[in-house]
């Protein structure tokens, strides 16, 4: 079975200040790990991938099989950077597993 | 093509009646999902379609429910006799699988049901 922990509701924190949305998993095999955003008002959007190591919006994640972790991270958060986020897992059916997300709060 | 849409966006209904959901993917995308989310929770999945083969279905889907994709187009979802505990947010979401983005899902905007 899959699993994942977003273990945060809720992460309030001040513009330019370093944001870590944390994101645990549980998976017998080699996962695909994902970050999606759901800004306000919009749909479900993927914001990154890990096979992709890319930077999306100044947002990077690192999978850590040895903490089975993904943490989303950010050096300097930015108001618009406000929205619910989704730690998923998909195993070898491209099925995801979602976590129940964090409020990311940026105040000004 | 503008991406996933869903149809209705609301949907407000009696205990007891029967709804029905669509959705249209993207119209190259080989997959498409269906998934429920109540308050304070991820999207948790239902059910899935490779083009007009319903592939998996969760455990979730009771025989209320049932999902149809006719010539691996649009989608139905249909909840009968639907009950109080079947409020929640029904999302859709299309994916090509067999690429280099095959765990890639567009989702749509998606449905409320409010079973009062």
């Known amino acids: 079975a899959q699993r994942v922990t977003q273990p945060e509701k809720l992460l309030s924190v001040f513009k330019g200040a370093p944001v870590e949305l944390k994101c645990n998993y549980s998976?017998?095999?080699?996962?695909?790990l994902f970050w999606y955003v759901q800004y306000s008002r919009q749909r479900l959007q993927l914001l990154l991938r890990?096979?992709s190591r890319e930077s999306i919006k100044g947002f990077t994640a690192d999978l850590n099989k040895g903490e089975t972790s993904f943490h989303l991270k950010k050096p300097f958060a930015q108001e618009e950077d406000s929205a619910m986020y989704y730690c998923?897992?998909?195993?070898?059916?491209?099925?995801?597993?979602f976590g129940r997300g964090t409020s990311l709060i940026v105040h000004p | 093509d503008t991406g996933v849409s869903q149809n209705p966006r609301h949907k407000i209904t009696k205990r007891g009646q029967n709804v029905t959901f669509r959705c249209d993917p993207i119209?190259?995308?080989?997959?498409l999902y269906w998934y429920r989310q109540t308050l304070g929770q991820g999207p948790e999945f239902l059910t899935y379609?490779?083009?007009?083969?319903?592939?998996?279905k969760s455990r979730l889907l009771s025989d209320r429910f049932s999902a149809e994709r006719p010539k691996g187009s649009f989608s139905t979802l249909e909840i009968q006799r639907t009950e109080q505990g079947d409020s929640a947010m029904y999302l859709c979401?299309?994916?090509?699988?067999?690429?280099?983005?095959?765990?890639?899902?567009?989702f749509g905007p998606g449905t409320r049901l409010t079973v009062t």
């Open positions: 979401a299309s994916s090509l699988v067999g690429g280099q983005y095959s765990y890639e899902q567009y």
């Open positions: 998976y017998s095999g080699s996962p695909e």
């Open positions: 890990h096979i």
């Open positions: 998923a897992l998909s195993g070898g059916s491209y099925i995801p597993t």
């Open positions: 119209s190259e995308h080989n997959r």
């Open positions: 379609f490779q083009n007009e083969a319903q592939l998996e």
